[in-house]
């Protein structure tokens, strides 16, 4: 169906461009955390906090994926991890930036996440025929590796460029783009599962 084609190479340029601008700020939030403070152990409670709660919510968020609009849930988790880089952006410029700040925002990032993986996943599936799965799974799992190579590297040479801000504000070009994109562009069918098939079948079937 070249409708679920167009679809889906629209939502996924953007989900990867948004993407890429977070694996810039996470990186980038944690060179600046420890240039700032040197501590080893404060970088280290960054990833803790974003865990934690991504594995908590992770237990019941593909069951709240299931039930609701995917992507409603989508463009609500997109707008409070953008307004969380938009408080950081504040809290920079008004020189009032504290490691505290960074660890409730890494937590909500950690909440949203739980969330908009597994509703990605299900989109995924909604809009490609069951037969390319694996193909379109490939791809997504090359540019998953390819963002882990070069988002680090990007994020430390813009840093010194310009520093915290300059990726931050990457970030929030990327959200808008992908946010705008899945607004107006991406039709997503909202198929219904059925109760012998859960969001963990589906995506395990890829």
């Known amino acids: 169906n070249k409708n679920d084609l167009r679809n889906f190479i629209i939502f996924f340029i953007g989900q990867s461009l948004s993407q890429f601008g977070s694996t810039l700020t996470s990186f980038a939030i ?11 152990m404060t970088s280290s409670m960054l990833a803790v906090c974003n865990t934690i709660p991504y594995l908590f919510v992770s237990l019941f968020g593909g069951s709240v994926v299931d039930r609701k609009n995917k992507k409603t849930i989508m463009l609500i988790c997109d707008l409070i991890a953008a307004l969380s880089t938009l408080v950081i952006i504040i809290c920079l410029q008004l020189n009032s930036m504290e490691i505290w700040i960074l660890y409730i925002i890494n937590a909500i990032s950690g909440l949203m996440n739980a969330f908009q993986n597994p509703a990605s996943q299900v989109v995924i599936t909604m809009l490609v025929e069951k037969q390319n799965f694996v193909k379109f799974g490939g791809l997504q799992t090359t540019v998953n590796s390819m963002l882990s190579i070069f988002a680090p590297i990007m994020a430390t040479g813009l840093i010194s460029i310009g520093g915290l801000e300059i990726v931050l504000i990457i970030d929030l070009c990327t959200f808008l783009f992908a946010f705008l994109t899945l607004l107006f562009l991406v039709k997503i069918p909202e198929k ?8 963990w079948d589906v995506v395990l079937d890829i």
């Open 30 to 40: 944690v060179i600046w955390a420890f240039t700032t403070t040197g501590k080893v």
């Open 192 to 199: 219904k599962l059925t109760n012998d098939t859960r969001f």
